[in-house]
């Protein structure tokens, strides 16, 4: 019964899942070369998207984590968050295609219009679910896009401290504003392949360079010392695994999204290779060093490979921005009514207003590391695990749902009832460790950045600037007795005092 219930709806899922593709016309070189680059939908698109869009800037701040977790907690969290967070993608994924299925029952036509999670709360379950699902999830890739941009001007202060980060943060601000002219995912295909490989090094550069230069002198492995930095650190590991807030806008993208299911399970196997190494290996070579710093590129000596590290990452941080802001961009076009235009141009014009509270917030609380647990126990906690979790047991809560479901849960998992289990002890565990000692510990943390450093500061966890040097006191005995001995001694003080 269940193959013809399958093969049934397999016919119905068919009907308009290529409502992207252009039909009809001839392709020529430049079609083909722009559809290489530019037009992507297929799972291997999708598979780039989630790996590339997980990681980011969170790369440089799991060592710090590991300071506050100590080793064994770290390694713990990242597995047991990624499973947590592939299982709720999953539930996601499934919502999404009974939504669409439903849908397209009824003969509605998505060619034009982005389908967000929002509306399949809506449609599943209501209007109430959809406020609050709406409410989490903007505010979370608000958030999000603000942490790529903090990022952006953190980064780049290791490259070029002549300008503070308030400074690099303007800067970038304008830069990331040009997302606004990307249509929408389908157009990520290739920045999402190359973002994939700029992390692929950054995390491997981490984990060389940590080994190479070895542990400093003295160096200690005191965590986990404190309930709040445990806490700290667990919420931010939390909100690493939590990048699925895009995860509806990325299946509308591919021409199958049925295909999706374990996608996201994919991406996560490959970036544990990347993130466990990384702060494995800078942990272990700094040590609580971490605790005040952040950003792992601050404790590695300046180099040509750190550099390239440093380059691949905000052009990475570009693209997460993008991809963060994508689905606030589509929200804001339907607010006004823009988001059937078919002018680009008209469309990025009425995005850009997104962009100005994003660039605000960053300046306001520069907080690179703290802000990533604030943000993953507030709201990533609630978007991406307990409300996707909540949603898939009253969707299918009836009989009649669970008969008539698109799709069922496995067997191996032992099918509704066991997906119901889990899903209790996902919105269980979530609530009380991320949400309720996660929140506490991080906002305690991140009061106290604005304590120590306060809002609007110049420039977060920067090395304090020495004061200048005093002119060389020239030796009293020395005979002066021309121009020439005057600028043999200037010569010499300059050395001494300016090149050590």
């Known amino acids: 019964m269940d193959d013809g219930h399958e093969k049934v709806v397999e016919t119905v899922l068919a009907g308009n899942y290529v409502e992207m593709e252009v039909e009809g016309k001839p392709k020529d070189v430049k079609s083909t070369i722009s559809n290489f680059f530019w037009h992507g939908g297929s799972t291997y698109d999708a598979w780039f998207s989630c790996s590339s869009n997980q990681v980011a800037q969170v790369l440089l701040t799991l060592p710090y984590s590991f300071s506050q977790l100590g080793m064994?907690?770290?390694?713990?969290?990242?597995?047991?968050?990624?499973?947590?967070?592939?299982?709720?993608?999953?539930l996601i994924s499934i919502l999404y295609v009974e939504y669409r299925t439903r849908k397209e029952r009824e003969k509605v036509d998505f060619r034009n219009h982005v389908i967000q999670w929002f509306e399949v709360l809506d449609g599943l379950l209501g209007k109430h679910w959809r406020n609050v699902g709406l409410g989490f999830n903007c505010t979370f890739l608000l958030f999000g896009s603000v942490i790529q941009l903090i990022a952006?001007?953190?980064?780049?202060?290791?490259?070029?401290?002549?300008?503070d980060k308030r400074t690099w943060t303007y800067i970038f601000g304008a830069c990331c504003?040009?997302?606004?002219?990307?249509?929408?995912?389908?157009?990520?295909?290739?920045?999402?392949?190359?973002?994939?490989?700029?992390?692929?090094?950054?995390a491997w550069y981490l984990t060389i360079a940590s080994l190479l230069h070895g542990q400093v002198e003295g160096v200690k492995h005191t965590g986990p010392a404190k309930m709040v930095l445990y806490f700290t650190g667990a919420t931010n590991i939390l909100y690493t695994f939590g990048g699925h807030a895009v995860t509806v806008e990325i299946m509308h993208a591919m021409w199958k999204p049925q295909k999706f299911k374990a996608i996201y399970l994919w991406a996560t196997a490959y970036v544990f290779t990347l993130t466990i190494p990384s702060a494995a290996a800078v942990y272990w070579a700094f040590g609580d060093s971490l605790l005040n710093h952040s950003n792992a590129f601050a404790l590695l000596p300046r180099s040509p490979w750190r550099n390239m590290a440093v380059i691949l990452m905000l052009i990475h941080q570009f693209i997460t921005f993008g991809f963060a802001c994508t689905p606030l961009y589509f929200v804001w076009e339907k607010a006004i009514g823009m988001h059937e235009c078919k002018s680009m141009c008209k469309r990025a014009a009425a995005r850009l207003p997104v962009v100005v509270p994003i660039w605000f917030l960053a300046i306001i609380f520069p907080f690179f590391g703290p802000i990533n647990s604030t943000v993953g126990s507030l709201l990533v906690s609630f978007t991406v695990?307990?409300?996707?979790?909540?949603?898939?047991?009253?969707?299918f809560r009836s009989a009649a749902a669970r008969e008539n479901a698109v799709e069922r849960p496995p067997k191996f998992l032992g099918r509704w009832v066991g997906s119901y289990a889990i899903n209790i002890f996902v919105v269980v565990w979530v609530f009380i460790v991320g949400f309720g000692f996660?929140?506490?510990?991080?906002?305690?943390?991140?009061?106290?950045?604005?304590?120590?450093?306060?809002?609007f500061t110049k420039c977060y966890q920067c090395p304090p600037q020495l004061p200048?040097?005093?002119?060389?006191?020239?030796?009293?005995?020395?005979?002066?007795?021309?121009?020439?001995?005057?600028?043999?001694?200037q010569l010499l003080g300059s050395s001494r005092f300016h090149y050590p």
């Open 385 to 395: 695990y307990i409300i996707p979790a909540l949603a898939h047991m009253f969707t």
């Open 438 to 455: 996660g929140g506490w510990a991080s906002m305690t943390n991140f009061i106290h950045q604005i304590d120590t450093f306060g809002i």
């Open 177 to 202: 504003a040009t997302t606004v002219f990307i249509p929408s995912f389908h157009n990520y295909r290739i920045w999402s392949f190359l973002g994939l490989i700029m992390t692929t090094y950054t």
């Open 72 to 90: 064994l907690s770290g390694i713990l969290f990242q597995i047991f968050y990624g499973l947590l967070g592939s299982w709720t993608a999953y």
């Open 152 to 163: 952006c001007a953190s980064n780049i202060y290791y490259i070029n401290d002549n300008l």
């Open 468 to 489: 200048p040097s005093p002119p060389p006191l020239l030796n009293a005995t020395a005979p002066i007795t021309s121009p020439a001995n005057t600028t043999h001694f």
